[in-house]
Every structure is written in structure tokens, then in C-alpha cells.
């Protein structure tokens, strides 16, 4: 360790307590592990127990140069989970703090600190009987709700766009003074809680996919828990049917704004991982499901070249008449338009365990997921989209909760933009058919409605991360697909840290107009040096 690293971390060990400084091999791990492989010098941790102490623990990373970064649950899988994005950076975790802090149950604003994961508010929802959604993701419920919305994460639930759904925002910054929204500082609490934009320029969004300040606190708009919530499963049978379906997804939104949240569209790859086991001893030579196979699990599986999946809020009366548009908008391109709500899939699933063999244990399966996905969609969250990054993952998952990077599974995410232009999802989804399989990776797609204008695609790499050759494959992958999406109009919205470096030399007027404003705050090294700049 360096003397200034001496000197911080017996300044924190006073401050904090000796225990809640990791040092030596304690630090990699509790933090070291990542499914994408992601491997960092990191001198110490620092688990913060109290929010009084953060600025005093940022004073003192200042006062000693020692670059910190800052983390709320740590479970970015596939992003770099808590790695740092450059060496030598000292980590900061608020998971402990994990107190909800204001509950405004007639309007649904919640304030929470940074450890407050899905499955805190979830139950604390669900005890004081607040007929509000939790803002879910895929992650899972041992996530944080605050540092997913600063990485502007989204969901299925009518708030999609989780940075959106954020109002108030308070932070140390990178000298250890406070950040207080204006409109709070000047005295108006209950307002910044309820109004995203405040008064004066808009800082808040400076903290976002930034590591600007540390964040110590977030307000979050709620949606409320609608009367009637389904959702509508369809299905493309021929692959030359995509164009068609992107301009009637495109028709849905626009006819049934508000009714209808995010509409994902999956390839029969992606679906395959939800639904069937990986099929080890049947790979061609380049260790991936040959067409073929792909093909016959479809048809065993019923999973056509496509599968969409749409979300319905309302009352029953304006589901209902939703229902009538949807169908009759996707007439002549989908097949197989059913609608679900939570209680007609658990109806299913009953029936079908009542089928004998392997057609009822199938259906029973396929029921039992989009049970949970209707828990998901109805704003509670659970672990049932975990499981993708185990597809590939050839020791067998025990437990009791799934934590991709702490059970060695291989994961790396591609999220781009891809603009809402039949012809240009085409390229796209071409390319990824191209590029992913030359690389050992299988081409899963997910294409996920932003709005009526953008798709946000997620493409997960799912490899054994034992093997060096597919860590080595998968990363060859995102970058050769990072090149080529950008070539065809499709850029990431949000990156691993492993990208970062990368990432400021595309942009790098922004990136150094970041770096002065964190330098006229705090002249050295910084909070979280590296990160998106
Ligand atoms: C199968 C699967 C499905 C997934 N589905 C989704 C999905 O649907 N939507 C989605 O968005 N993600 C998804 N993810 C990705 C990821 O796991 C989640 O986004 C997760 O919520 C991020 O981890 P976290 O909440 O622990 O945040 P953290 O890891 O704590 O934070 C993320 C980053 O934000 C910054 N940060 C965090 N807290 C602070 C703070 N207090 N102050 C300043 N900076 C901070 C740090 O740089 C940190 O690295 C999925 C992952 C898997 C494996």
C-alpha cells in the first residue's frame, strides 16, 4: 500500500471501525467475483454503516488522494458486478444502508437509500397493504432499486425507464460537501420529492451512469397496481415476418399509449434459454446447438422463430377493448394471440400438472414461468429471469438464491439502442446472427420497446466462465458487435466497466467536460475515476 493509502485507511478504521474496512485477500472474495470475467487491483473496501459517515469517509479518500467508488448492492452481473472500472480504486459499499426513509402513500413516492433492494420494498409494500408496483427488473429482488436507476436501468412494469420514474436525489460529491436538489435546498421537501425537473439547470441527471457523487439518497414515483394487468403472448411462425411485426408493435404503442408497457420481442435462441435445459452432448464443432437442433427444440418446446410478450394496464373495461385493438392489429402477422392475468396462469399451471408425462410436465413448466412473469409484470419481484445466465453454466445451481457471478456463470451483456425501423431491426438482427456464433456465443435477441420510436436490445453472452478460450470468445464477441452495431446505427445505452476506456475516446469532448467539472469539485484523483468518461 501506498503511505497516502496508509494514512486513509487508518483515518477510515477510526471513523468507521476496524471491521468494516476489508483489506488483503478479504476484498477479492467478498467483491473480486465477475461473470464477465472483469479483474481489478482493489486495495480495500469500506462498508459504511451509517449515512452520517459518508462525506466524512469521501473527506478523507480527498484529503489522502485515494480514488474511491462507490456501490449500492454491487450485483451489476454482467456489467462488472462491483468491479471498479479502473485499478487501484477503493470500494464503497452502502448495501447496509437500507432504510426507507419517507413514504408518501396517498401520491406513491417512495425515498430510499442506497441498499434498499426490490424484495425491501416488496414487503414493505406489501405489510402496509401500498397497492403500488416495485420498479422490477430481470435481477432479481436482492437488487438495488437506487443503483439501478443511476445506471438508467429498466423494467417491465409501467415505469420502464427506471432514471425516469426518479425525482429528488441527494449526494456527497467527489470533496465531501452535500448535493441537495434546488428545489429541496430551497425549502420545498414534499415537491422535489413529486417534480423531476425541479428549478435552474438539471444536475440530477449528472449522477447518473457517472460515479459524479455517492449517492446517499433517491425519491422514486411508483406506479400504482391498476385494476386489471395481463399479458399478451404471440408468435411469429416464419422469420420473414419480423419487418411486418416491428411496424404493428410500433401501431400498439402508438394506438394504446398507457395501456400497453413494454412489448419484447425474442428470438426462438432466447426463448430456448428460458425453456429448455442446454443441450450438453448434442453441440456441433464449434461447441454451439446446431441449426437443426434449434429447430426440433422448437418444436418440441412449441417456440416459434419469434415470441412476443406485451404488458396491459388498466381496468378491466379498457383491457379488455385493448385486447380487441392488439389482436386485431397484429392479424395476418402474428399466430398464437393468447392473453393472460396472473390468476388465468395459475389456473393453467394446476391443469397442467394434472396431465400425465412429459407433455404435462412441459406445460406445466412453461405455465409455471409465465406465472412468474405475470408476478414480475404486476410489480413483484422474483428470480425467474435469472436463470438465462446459468444456460451455459455446466455446474448445476444449489441454493437458495441465484447471484450469477458468485455461482461462476459466464455472462456479458450487448444492450444497444436499435432505432424503431423494420428494415434497420433486420440489419441488425442479421448481424448478431452473424457475429455471435462466429465467436462461439449463441445469437440470444431480445428487442425490448422503449417507447414508439427505440427498441433497447439485449443480447446476452452466456458462456462457461471456466473455460479461458469462451471468456476470451465472449469478449472478442462484444466488441466485434459493439463495432458492428455501431456501424448500423445501433449503440449501447449503458456498458461494462470493461467498455468504459473505450467508451470516452467515442465521446471525448463529454468525457473531458465531466472530468473538469469533478476536477473544479475536487482537484486529484476523484470518485469513481473512469466510469463512463
Ligand atoms: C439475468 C439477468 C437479468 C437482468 N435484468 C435486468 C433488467 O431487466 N434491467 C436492468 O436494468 N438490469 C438487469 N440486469 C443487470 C443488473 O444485474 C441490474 O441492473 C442490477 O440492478 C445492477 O446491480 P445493483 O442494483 O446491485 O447496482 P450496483 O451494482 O450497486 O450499481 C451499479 C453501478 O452504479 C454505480 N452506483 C451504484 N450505487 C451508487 C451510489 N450510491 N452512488 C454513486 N454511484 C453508484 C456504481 O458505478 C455501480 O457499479 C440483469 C442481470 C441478469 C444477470
Redesign the pocket.
Known sequence: MSANLDEAVAAWQTLLGADQVILGEAVPAIYGMD?SGVERRVPAALRVLNVELVADAIRIAHQYRVAV??????????????MPAQDDCVIVD?SALNRILHFDAGLGVVTVE?GVTQGMLARFLDEGGHDYMVPV???GPN??L???A??R???VTPYTD?FGAVTDIE?VLADGSVYRSALREAGNEDLARLFKWGIGPYLNGL?TQS?F????RMSILLAKRPESIKVCLFSLKDDALLEPAVERIQAILRKLPGTVGAINLMNRHRVLAMSAPYPWGQLDARGLIPVELVESMGRQYQILPWTGFATLYGTQRIVAAAQAEIRQTLKGVASRVLFFSEAQTLRLAKWASWIPGQTGQRLAKTAGTLAKSLELVGGRPNET??P??YWRNPRPFIGEHRD?SRDGCG?M?FAPLVPMRADGVRRFVEMVKEVAPKHGMEPLITLTTLSDKVFDSTV?LVFDLSKEEQLDQARACRKQLWHRGSSIGCFPYRVGVDDMAELSTRHPAASELLAKLQQAIAPGIGL?PG?YR
Open positions: 461473470a467508488y462507490p456501490l449500492s448492492t454491487g450485483h451489476n452481473w454482467g456489467y462488472g458486478t462491483a452502502l442506497p427488473t430481470g435481477a437488487c438495488s437506487l443503483g439501478n443511476l445506471e436501468g429498466y423494467g427506471h449526494a449522477f460515479g457523487g455517492v449517492v446517499t429471469a435469472l438465462l445466465a450469477p455472462l451483456w446476452p469513481a466510469r
